[in-house]
């Protein structure tokens, strides 16, 4: 069965840095989401991305988040001057077209921020 | 508003009991109500999802109650196994939005 992959699975960075999370979502899925979750709390939603274009995002999605689709298989989330507070797992997730609200959940990555 | 809550926080049974969680919302346009299983480090994976044109679906030992005029929706897993323990996640979605808001999660251990 086909499964939503994530990289790193682990990725450390000093505040400030910026850092790139890529995914490959499902490949004949349409939607594709970023959640975060702090350790122990909640799983929450950071943005959905469909025809090449965000198409919902939350507060937490700040001008220091950005979402790309640079080619017809990745996914990525970048934060481009990380801070203390985003240290989470981000779970990269996608659903498909005619099914919108299903989404399937990749394994996560850790993020680090020291 | 947005918020999910869920209850309980933690919840043990012994093996072969039933468990129940309960989760309630208050924004009335929601319409889809799916359910997360947790397992420590990995993924959520989705175990059972309820559309609001039904009020109940079951799966095996898994089964979904959705009461829409009480703006609740619960989760009810019967003979459960140690393999069940995990952390589950409600959550609500609704046509026209694509972000799921999700429940504060509830630790479930199965005793064996």
């Known amino acids: 069965e086909p499964e939503v992959t994530q990289t790193p699975s682990h990725q450390v960075t000093q505040m400030g840095q910026e850092v790139i999370l890529r995914c490959v979502p499902i490949?004949?899925?349409?939607?594709f989401y970023w959640y975060r979750q702090i350790l122990g709390q909640k799983v929450e939603f950071l943005v959905s991305f469909y025809n090449n274009e965000i198409s919902e995002k939350s507060e937490i999605f700040d001008d220091q988040f950005s979402v790309e689709r640079p080619d017809g298989s990745n996914f990525t989330l970048k934060i481009r001057s990380t801070k203390l507070e985003d240290s989470a797992m981000y779970f990269c997730a996608s659903g498909r077209l005619g099914a919108t609200y299903e989404q399937y959940f990749g394994p996560g990555t850790r993020l680090t921020v020291t | 508003g947005e918020n999910v809550e869920q209850h309980p926080s933690t919840l043990s049974v012994q093996e072969g009991d039933s468990a129940v969680i309960k989760c309630t919302y208050s924004?009335?346009?929601?319409?889809?109500f799916p359910w997360y299983k947790q397992e420590l480090g990995k993924r959520p994976q989705l175990i059972i999802d309820i559309r609001s044109n039904v009020g109940e679906k079951k799966d095996q030992r898994i089964a979904v109650t959705l009461n829409k005029t009480a703006k609740h929706f619960s989760l009810h897993i019967t003979e459960t196994q140690p393999e069940d323990s995990a952390v589950y996640f409600c959550?609500?979605?609704?046509?026209?939005?694509?972000?799921?808001?999700f429940g504060t999660g509830t630790r479930l251990t199965v005793i064996p």
């Open positions: 490949s004949n899925h349409l939607y």
């Open positions: 924004d009335s346009a929601s319409n889809y």
């Open positions: 959550a609500r979605g609704k046509t026209g939005a694509n972000n799921l808001f």
